[in-house]
C-alpha cells in the first residue's frame, strides 16, 4: 500500500434546516424544506501527514425514499442513519485512496449497518438509495481530504500514481478489461472552466404571469420562468412532469417549450421522475410532440427516469422510448452494477449525481464511458458547499450538455457567503456557470476564504 495511502482520525457532521423559498414537487409529494448534512473528516496517510474535508448533501428525502412514511419520519430516519455511520466509518479502519476506502466501505460496512438499521426500525424500510444518499457527504469528505493533505487537485488523485487499485479491481470485465486502467483514462481530456446550465421548471413552478397566485415571495429573485430565462440567459429547461398524467404533461412540453423557444432557449429534457409504469405513456407524449410541436420535439434533448426506480423489482424493456429519444438513469443509477443493468433493458444513458458518493459516480462514469453510454451530471438542488463536488464531477465527465444547477432558484440565501467567493458559480450568467474561481488542493472550496464558520 502506498504511503501516500490515508485512514481517517476523526469525523464530525451537522445538520442543517434549510427552507425553500418556493415549492418544489418530487413525484407526488412538494417540498419546502430540506436538511443538508455538513460533514468534516480528518486523515493521516503513511507519513503522519494531516488533512481536513468537507462534505456536504441535502438529505432530500422525498426524491431517496418515496414511501407511506411521512416526510417527517422519514427525514427523521435518515438523519439517525446519519449519526450511525459517523460512528462505524471512524471505526471500521479502512485505508488508503478514497475510491478504495469508499469502495470497500459500501461492499461492507455500509450495506450491514443499513440491513441492521432497517432491522431495529419499524415499518417500511429505508431503501438502498437513502443509504447512499447518507453516505454520500462523508465519501465527499474523504476525497477532498486527501486532496488537501497531499496539497493536490482531487482530481489529480485518480491515477494510478496515488491509487493502490485499478479500476479492474472494482468493475467487472465481461465485455471490457478495466485491468491496468485508472478513473482518470474515462476522465475529460479537457476540463471547461464554464458551462452551459440547466433550469429545473418545477411541476408548480409559475410560467407567465397568469401563473402567479399572490403567494409568491418577494424577496429580489425571479418567480416566473420568464423572468429567470431573461436573468440568467438560460438556454436549457429541465421540465418535471407528473406521470401519471398524460394530457397534463404534454401541455406542460408543449408550454415550456414555446415559452423557451421563443426566448432563444435551445434543449428542453423531460424529467418523470420515476411515476410512469408503461413505456407506451412515454411514446404517445413524444409521438405527439413530434406531431404536433415538432420544434420542441427536436429540442427534447433526453428523456429522464420515467419508470421506477427500483430496476431489479421492475424490468421494463424500455429500447421503445430510447429508439425515439434517448433515455437516461438517474434515480435507479445507484451504482455501475445497476448502470449494466440497465444497458440490458435499453437504456441509452447515465445521469450522475455526487448525492450517490463521488466513488460510486466515478465508478458509473468509467463503466458507462467503456459501453458507449453518453452522461450527464444532475442536480439534487445542492446549495453551499455540495455545489461545488457537482459541477466538478461535470466539467470532468464531459456531459452531452453541461450540467443541472438549481439550487439558486429555491434557497439562493443558503449560499450567499459561498457566492461571494464564487460569484458565478452560484448565479449563473448568460445561460453558464462559471468554475474559474475554484482552486486549490481537495475541491478547490477555498474554505478559509468563505464568510462563516462551516461548522454551524
Known amino acids: 500500500m502506498k504511503l501516500t495511502s490515508v485512514r481517517l482520525t ?42 481536513e474535508g468537507w462534505g456536504e448533501t441535502p438529505l432530500s428525502v422525498s426524491w431517496v425514499w418515496p414511501g407511506t412514511l411521512s416526510v417527517a419520519e422519514r427525514a427523521a430516519r435518515m ?25 470497500d466501505f459500501m461492499e461492507g460496512p455500509l450495506a450491514e449497518l443499513t440491513a441492521a438499521f432497517n432491522a431495529e426500525s419499524e415499518g417500511e424500510a429505508m431503501p438502498y438509495l437513502a443509504s447512499l444518499v447518507a453516505f454520500s457527504a462523508f465519501d465527499i469528505a474523504i476525497h477532498d481530504a486527501f486532496g488537501v ?56 413552478d409559475a410560467l407567465e404571469a397568469v401563473d402567479l397566485t399572490g403567494s409568491e415571495p418577494d424577496d429580489g429573485y425571479p418567480v416566473l420562468l420568464t423572468d429567470w430565462i431573461e436573468r440568467d440567459g438560460l438556454k436549457c429547461l429541465k421540465v418535471k412532469l407528473r406521470g401519471t398524467d398524460a394530457a397534463w404533461d404534454f401541455e406542460r412540453m408543449r408550454r415550456v417549450g414555446r415559452i423557451g423557444l421563443e426566448r432563444g432557449v435551445r434543449w428542453l429534457s423531460a424529467d418523470f421522475n420515476c411515476t410512469v409504469k408503461e413505456p407506451v405513456y412515454v411514446n404517445e407524449i413524444l409521438d405527439r410532440l413530434l406531431l404536433e410541436e415538432p420544434e420542441i420535439f427536436a429540442r427534447t434533448l433526453y428523456v429522464e ?129 462559471d468554475l474559474s474561481t475554484l482552486g486549490g488542493a481537495g475541491f478547490g472550496y477555498r474554505v478559509g476564504e468563505i464568510g462563516r464558520v462551516l461548522g454551524e
Open 149 to 204: 493533505c497531499h496539497g493536490v487537485d482531487v482530481y489529480a488523485t485518480y491515477s494510478g500514481e496515488w491509487m493502490n487499485r485499478d479500476l479492474g479491481a472494482f468493475l467487472s470485465a465481461e465485455a471490457f478489461d478495466f485491468g491496468g486502467r485508472y478513473p482518470v483514462d474515462f476522465l475529460a481530456k479537457s476540463v471547461p472552466t464554464r458551462m452551459p446550465v440547466w433550469h429545473l421548471v418545477g411541476g408548480v
Open 79 to 103: 438523519e439517525a442513519f446519519a449519526g450511525r455511520m459517523a460512528e462505524r466509518l471512524l471505526g471500521c479502519g479502512l485505508r488508503g485512496h478514497p475510491m478504495e476506502i469508499g469502495h
Open 305 to 433: 427516469q420515467p419508470f421506477p426506480y427500483e430496476l431489479e423489482e421492475n424490468r421494463i424493456d424500455v429500447r421503445s422510448v430510447s429508439a425515439r429519444k434517448p433515455l437516461f438513469l438517474d434515480e435507479s443509477a445507484h451504482d455501475w452494477h445497476f448502470v449494466k443493468l440497465g444497458r440490458e433493458l435499453g437504456w441509452s444513458g447515465v445521469a450522475l449525481k455526487t448525492c450517490k458518493t463521488q466513488t460510486g459516480a466515478l465508478l458509473s462514469l468509467c463503466w458507462a464511458k467503456a459501453h458507449g453510454m453518453p452522461l450527464m451530471v444532475q442536480d439534487l438542488t445542492n446549495p453551499m458547499l455540495a455545489m461545488i463536488p457537482h459541477v466538478r464531477l461535470a466539467a470532468h465527465a464531459g456531459t452531452i450538455q453541461g450540467v443541472e444547477c438549481n439550487a439558486m432558484q429555491f434557497y439562493p440565501a443558503a449560499s450567499v457567503e459561498e457566492e461571494r467567493v464564487h460569484p458565478g458559480l452560484y448565479r449563473r450568467r448568460g445561460g453558464e456557470v
Open 10 to 51: 476523526g469525523v464530525k457532521f451537522w445538520l442543517l434546516p434549510t427552507v425553500l423559498r418556493v415549492p418544489l414537487k418530487f413525484g407526488p409529494e412538494t417540498v419546502t424544506s430540506v436538511v443538508c448534512l455538513r460533514v468534516r473528516v480528518e486523515v493521516e496517510d503513511g507519513a503522519g501527514k494531516r488533512g
